[in-house]
């Protein structure tokens, strides 16, 4: 709750002045046992910090996290140890988080041996089970990463990160550095995973066309900030924010008797060291109004369960009214 990262900067025309990066900036995030929550935005809206800070890979500057009823951001080293074997992330990049010096069974048995469960023998066994669960044989255990396609790396990424039984997966980017034809096949197996071990997701994605195919409910990010969450379906049939119908209008639709009209966002993304007073998507936002520049909106409930910050969705007359309701 209210979870917050600033980075801090040296910057100004001596190399002096500290300044901070907001990187995230008052985000509320819950996730329920079993759902699969997708987490989308542009590249640098904080979308990789917030799955970060919530299984404490990076503390937040400020903010509550709460896992299985325990709050953990102030945990220290050795009590966070014990909570990690319930929280993993797999990230982006399948070619570069393998260590390229390690073969598979290391790899994969890495996490065991820190957190010190099982034996050589009985460890060697679970990566062979492992290996099947995500679809390679038991013999890749003795192989290298270089020795495997993208696909088939990222698959180990998920081995590894299945390893000690957690209940939350960070999942980061986990497609995104795939062929179009492989991401269908990695998406697909997570969700056969989640269904064998009971898992709960966050799924950061930048692309709401993948995002569509796993979350039970979507969380729209921009600039650090949440500005629109709603179940999936809501989401994709009634997205209100003017950010989130620029994503999803840049979607192709495989029927051409649906097409609908893209929305281009002009500009670039501003930077989170700097940003825009008011809503921070005004510079950019086809709708913009006075009002925008200068009252930030709070993200406040319209349909059930589906919250936008917008003023043109919830006017600064009746958000106060609203927002005593919700
Ligand atoms: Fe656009 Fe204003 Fe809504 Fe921001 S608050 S998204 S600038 S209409």
Do not use: W
Not at 114 to 128: D, K, M, T
Not at 228 to 246: C, D, G, I
Not at 267 to 276: F, L, R, V
């Amino acid at each position: 709750v209210g979870l917050t990262k600033h980075f801090p900067i040296r910057g100004g025309p001596l190399g002096r002045q500290a300044n901070v990066v907001r990187a995230v900036d008052g985000v509320d995030v819950t996730i329920g046992p079993g759902e699969t929550l997708g987490l989308v935005g542009e590249s640098g809206c904080g979308k990789t910090t917030t799955g970060r800070m919530l299984v404490r890979l990076i503390d937040p500057t400020d903010g509550r996290i709460t896992f299985d009823g325990q709050s953990i951001e102030d945990l220290d080293a050795a009590a966070m140890r014990a909570v990690r074997r319930d929280m993993q992330i797999i990230f982006q990049d399948p070619y570069g988080s393998l260590n390229p010096r390690m073969s598979v069974q290391d790899i994969i048995a890495e996490p065991l041996e820190i957190l010190n469960i099982g034996n050589a023998s009985s460890r060697r066994e679970q990566v062979a089970e492992l290996l099947r669960v995500v679809g390679l044989a038991p013999y890749h255990a003795e192989r290298f990463p270089h020795e495997f396609s993208g696909g088939q790396r990222q698959r180990i990424g998920i081995a590894r990160a299945l390893a000690v039984r957690p209940k939350l997966v960070v999942c980061d980017e986990p497609v995104s550095a795939l062929d179009v034809s492989i991401q269908a096949q990695v998406v697909n197996l997570l969700k056969d995973l989640q269904a064998e071990f009971g898992l709960t997701y966050l799924f950061i994605s930048h692309d709401l066309g993948v995002v569509r195919h796993i979350s039970d409910r979507v969380m729209v990010m921009y600039l650090g900030k949440a500005v629109e969450v709603a179940p999936k379906r809501e989401l994709y049939a009634n997205p209100q924010h003017p950010y989130t119908q620029a994503l999803l209008s840049a979607i192709p639709i495989p029927d051409p008797k649906r097409r609908t009209s893209r929305k281009v966002i002009r500009g670039d993304i501003p930077s989170p060291a700097n940003p825009p007073s008011g809503c921070r998507f005004h510079t950019r936002c086809p709708h913009v109004m006075d009002v925008c520049r200068e009252l930030e909106p709070q993200l406040l409930k319209g349909a059930p369960d589906h919250r936008v910050a917008c003023h043109l969705v919830h006017p600064p007359s009746t958000a106060r009214a609203e927002n005593a309701t919700t």
